[in-house]
Each structure stands twice: as structure tokens, then as C-alpha cells.
């Protein structure tokens, strides 16, 4: 493998702390303390856990409705994540947004929504004010392939391609929006990526299951966002094992094939990335980041709900 053994370590740490921390939200849900609904990410972790070795919480992200996993590669805190899906006023908003509209000023995470293709706007006038304030940094705007089907994606590539924005879109393309494949959505044989470049940006496509390719062509994408101070658009192939929404498998429903899932499965880049490593030292490390989850679900608990009094404080009003 091309990849630095202790870069690879650091890429298997990171996706292993999403993965838990979905993994433990999916299993405390049906005490139904967390009533928000949850998009997970369990699958799709190996992307954000690279993105996270190339940005700082100097950078700004925005993200969907599938937005932990983005959260925490931006360097997101556990406690304010889960405090914020118990809709407690520790929570990185507050308590006032849950799973689905996360915002934490403090690491670059300028929010998520739950309109579908809502934040692509959003990421790209970030990327405006980069320009304008002449600042050192990038702005990431994570989206779905179904998001690709909104007006709103081609208005603001367009703008970022005329602008020259230094703005990185990053795809995750996991077949799927809610039941809908891919295929009765999108015409056969085109491309999200190079619909991208025939906006005007350049583009790139990568396998989100493998490693090598993933780490390859994010760095290549962000690399020229920073240096060209130009837009880039980058879609990764990835695949989601729980439902669309919620803590369970549904394989069963009859959109999808139980097949499909185990093909995936069996492909899992935790599992390759850990077999490859074969390092004792990660289950000290492990053991670690379960503690750490342990806690923040113990922080969340013991928090307070926001005070009715203070409802209005943190929504923008315009100054008399
Ligand atoms: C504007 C809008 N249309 C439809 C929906 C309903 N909806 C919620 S999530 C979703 C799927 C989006 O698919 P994709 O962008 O691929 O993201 P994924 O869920 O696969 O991560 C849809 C259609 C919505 N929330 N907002
Ligand atoms: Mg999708």
C-alpha cells in the first residue's frame, strides 16, 4: 500500500470513533431519549476519515441531513454531537437542531440541514467570503447523489465556476435517495462527476471503499483547491448498511438486495484497514475512543434541555 503506515493508523482510528459512535447512537435509540430522526453514516465512514487528514478546523464544511461522520472529520466534539441528538443546551447548537442541523462555529462546521441539497448555497458563498476576505483556507461542501437533482446544485457550481471559488464538493455517492437506485433517478451511463465538469469545474471520481484511491484523489482535490483557489468537484462511490433514516437494517423492505449489502460487507475498509495494519497497539486505542463514547452518551444524559426563556437568543435578528 502507497499510504504511511501511521497515516494509515490515524485514517482507521477516525473511522472506527464514527462508526462507534453511530454504532452506540443505533443501539440507545429505542430507549427513546434521542427524539430526533437519525441519518446514519455506518458504511460510509472511510471518506469523511480521510477528508479529516487534510483539513483544520480553520476550513469550513457544511453538510446534509447524513451529517455526523462530517462533524466529527471536521473535528467535531463527541459530547456536543450526542448532547445535541438528546436535545440537550450542551449540544454544538444549542440543543435547539438535533441529529440534522448540527453547526459548531468553534471547528469550521458552518451546518447542516435537512432540505435536501440546502447547504450547497451555503458552502459556496463561504467560499465567496474566503475570496473576498482573502483568507488561507478552503470550503467543503459535503452532498448526496440525490442532491445533484436540485436546481440549487447547478446554480451554485455555476457560480463557483464563474467566481472561482475556493470551494471542494464532495460527493458521497451511495446509490441510493431514501428507496430510489440510483438508475430511476439519473440517466444510465452519466456521470454526477462529469455532469460537474461540463459546469465548468474540474473533476475527479474515486472508489469510497478503497483506501489507496480515496486518500490519492482527496488529496489531489484539495490540494488544488488550495493552490488554484479554484473550485473542485471530487464523487466517491460508498454505500450505507442501515435504512435511509433510522437504526435499523432494511434490506428486507424490497428496494434493495440483501446481496448487495453482504458485497459491500465484505469489501468493509475498517476490516481491510485493520487486517492490513495488524497492530496490537489499536485496541489500546480502541478501547480509548469507546470510553470517550461511553462518556459523551453519560455527558448528553446529565445535561439540561434548553430553557424555554431562552428560545429567541441564538435565532438571527436583524439590528433596528
Ligand atoms: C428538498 C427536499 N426534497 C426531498 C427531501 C426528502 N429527502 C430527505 S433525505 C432524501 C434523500 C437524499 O439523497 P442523497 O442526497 O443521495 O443523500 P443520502 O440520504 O443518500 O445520504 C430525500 C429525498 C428533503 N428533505 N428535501
Ligand atoms: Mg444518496
Redesign the pocket.
Given at each position: 500500500m502507497k499510504i504511511d503506515k501511521e497515516i494509515l493508523k490515524k485514517i482507521y482510528l477516525t473511522a472506527f470513533k464514527i462508526r462507534k459512535v453511530e454504532e452506540e447512537i443505533a443501539d440507545r435509540y429505542k430507549e427513546q431519549e434521542m427524539r430526533c430522526p437519525v441519518?446514519l453514516?455506518i458504511g460510509?465512514e472511510l471518506v469523511p476519515a480521510v477528508y479529516s487528514m487534510f483539513v483544520t478546523e480553520n476550513d469550513y464544511a457544511v453538510s446534509?441531513?447524513?451529517a455526523h461522520a462530517h462533524y466529527l472529520s471536521k473535528g467535531g466534539s463527541i459530547n456536543k454531537m450526542i448532547a445535541e441528538i438528546y436535545g440537550k443546551e450542551t449540544g454544538c447548537s444549542k440543543g435547539l437542531g438535533g441529529s440534522m442541523h448540527l453547526i459548531d462555529e468553534e471547528v469550521g462546521f458552518m451546518g447542516s440541514t435537512?432540505?435536501?441539497?440546502?447547504t450547497i448555497p451555503v458552502g459556496t458563498g463561504l467560499g465567496l467570503s474566503i475570496k473576498i476576505k482573502q483568507e488561507n483556507k478552503i470550503s467543503t461542501v459535503f452532498?448526496?447523489?440525490?442532491?445533484?437533482e436540485?436546481g440549487v446544485f447547478y446554480e451554485s457550481l455555476n457560480f463557483a465556476a464563474v467566481k472561482d471559488l475556493p470551494v471542494l464538493y464532495i460527493c458521497?455517492?451511495?446509490m441510493?435517495?431514501?428507496y430510489s437506485n440510483l438508475e430511476v433517478r439519473q440517466p444510465k451511463n452519466r456521470k454526477i462527476y462529469k455532469l460537474a465538469e461540463s459546469i465548468g469545474i474540474k473533476s475527479s471520481h474515486a472508489n469510497g471503499y478503497d483506501v489507496e484511491d480515496c486518500y490519492m484523489k482527496l488529496e489531489e482535490a484539495i490540494n488544488y483547491v488550495k493552490e488554484n483557489k479554484k473550485p473542485f468537484f471530487i464523487e466517491l462511490d460508498t454505500y450505507?448498511y442501515r435504512e435511509?433514516?433510522g437504526p435499523n437494517y432494511d434490506n428486507h423492505i424490497g428496494y434493495r438486495e440483501e446481496q448487495e449489502y453482504k458485497k459491500h460487507l465484505e469489501k468493509d475498509p475498517l476490516n481491510i484497514m485493520k487486517e492490513y495494519l495488524s497492530d496490537e497497539s489499536l485496541d489500546i486505542e480502541e478501547k480509548k475512543i469507546l470510553e470517550k463514547i461511553d462518556d459523551a452518551f453519560t455527558f448528553a444524559k446529565e445535561s439540561q434541555i434548553p430553557k424555554y426563556e431562552n428560545i429567541e437568543k441564538y435565532i438571527y435578528k436583524e439590528k433596528n
Open positions: 441519518h453514516s460510509q446534509t441531513h447524513r435537512a432540505i435536501v441539497g440546502g452532498l448526496g447523489d440525490g442532491s445533484t436540485e458521497e455517492n451511495n441510493y435517495s431514501v450505507r435511509h433514516c
